[in-house]
């Protein structure tokens, strides 16, 4: 490989959450067995070292001894229209479809007010990311779950007649698509994501598209976007994405939305500009166009690579060693949705203690229920391959073991 997946880098002391407030992944302090180290495994975030091009522009950027008002330059719209074609067959996207976002939660929220009243109904499926949990209700709007399933070979489906009865039954308008899915790491074929198109055309839901793991495609899978599948859905669909899980780029935030609809561009541009705060920042535009540069294509090439061949391995660990414990082998995103439940029973433990017990070897993973798992754990598999090695051997020496 040309670029380095196999450093460890020491991100303690330099602004990561997933190390410096490792009690966020227990919920309450971590007490470490002696010898232990930790290995965050919770944060959404990689520990890889970050694609070079993205330090060179930002270094490049910050030679210049100025960083007054300015607008977004015609490298950053054309940086995003190149990669959206290259890397997603996006035909016909023009720079007036891009708005920016400070983060793709707050996109969420812009799009959910203009799309809604408050109080109504909104169609998520479930598990369901926490992000969306928060933002739902903070915003007083009620989340309806359509749990997804796992089918005879444990691939995680939508229920089409379950989404359609409680679309009908709770009189739902609005509905947000998380596309590849996270936690479950579905990557939705073309023809799943038309039927659940058909029905949102059907019942006349707006579509809020989280596209931000597009990106981060495991062997030989292809994403799709939401818009793309029919000239409806190109028009109902508000999609949301940005480098930040892509690229490691959380920190420096910066966001995009892409909207063809001009009546749902023109409110979304309305709504993100009331708080006077969504607005883009020098860094944050010149990272995005260091990272969607030529030569990102084939780093984020590798990296999926990377991803896919420590995903490979955990599954495989997981059946071999972890007797009871279930898991989707996922075709998209960097995180692992196990479930427990045949473990627990087993062996008499609860979730709970099976957490604390992988913090306390050093492994922070984290809760699964709040994502909607009752007995589930979610895991970040985006560190280097020893890394996750040593994780899996701690699990099966101190967790794993009854």
């Known amino acids: 490989m040309k670029y380095d997946f196999t450093s460890i880098i020491e991100r303690k002391g330099h602004d990561a959450l997933a190390l ?29 070292p970050v694609f070079p091009a993205v330090q060179e522009a930002v270094s490049q950027r910050l030679n210049h001894p100025a960083f007054g008002y300015f607008l977004p330059s015609d ?50 499926h479930a598990p369901t ?32 007649a379950d989404m359609e009865r409680r679309i009908v039954t709770e009189k739902i308008h609005t509905a947000i698509f998380c596309s590849p899915h996270n936690p479950c790491g579905r990557v939705w074929e ?25 990106d981060i495609i495991l062997r030989g899978n292809r994403h799709i976007p939401t818009q793309s599948v029919s000239p409806d859905a190109r028009n109902r669909t508000i999609a949301l994405y940005a480098p930040s899980k892509t690229f490691n780029l959380a920190g420096l935030v910066g966001s995009y939305h892409i909207i063809y609809n001009e009546k749902l561009r023109d409110r979304m541009d309305k709504e993100a500009s009331l708080s006077h705060y969504n607005n ?10 260091g990272a969607y540069c030529t030569e990102g294509y084939r780093w984020v090439d590798e990296l999926c690579q990377v991803i896919s061949e420590n995903v490979s391995f955990a599954c495989e660990y ?17 995180m692992l949705f196990l479930d427990c439940t045949k473990w627990c029973e087993k062996h008499g433990r609860s979730i709970d203690e099976v957490q604390t017990a992988g913090c306390e070897a050093g492994v922070l993973w984290q809760d699964g229920r709040m994502f909607g798992g009752p007995c589930h754990i979610r895991m970040n598999l985006a560190l280097p391959a020893e890394r996750v090695k040593e994780a899996f051997r701690r699990l099966n020496k101190y967790v794993f073991c009854g």
């Open 75 to 124: 490298a950053y719209y054309d940086s995003i229209i190149r990669w959206q074609e290259t890397r997603h067959g996006v035909k016909g996207l023009s720079r007036g479809c891009i708005g920016y976002e400070n983060g793709v939660l707050g996109g969420v929220v812009s799009a959910l007010n203009i799309c809604c009243s408050k109080g109504d109904k909104v169609l998520v």
């Open 129 to 160: 990311y926490t992000g969306f949990t928060k933002v739902l209700g903070n915003n007083g709007y009620h989340m309806v779950h359509s749990p997804l399933f796992r089918d005879e070979k444990g691939v995680w489906r939508m229920d089409y």
């Open 20 to 48: 410096d407030a490792p009690e966020g992944a227990l919920g309450k302090p971590v007490k470490y067995k002696e010898g232990m180290s930790a290995i965050p495994m919770w944060v959404a975030d990689m520990n890889f």
């Open 280 to 289: 883009m920042n020098v860094l944050s535009m010149h990272a995005l166009i």
């Open 318 to 334: 997981i059946r071999e060693h972890f007797d009871g414990v279930e898991v989707s082998e996922p075709e998209g995103t960097y």
């Open 190 to 214: 073309r023809e799943e994501i038309e039927t659940a198109m058909e029905l949102f055309e059907k019942y006349d839901v707006t579509v809020i598209s989280d596209e931000i793991w597009s």
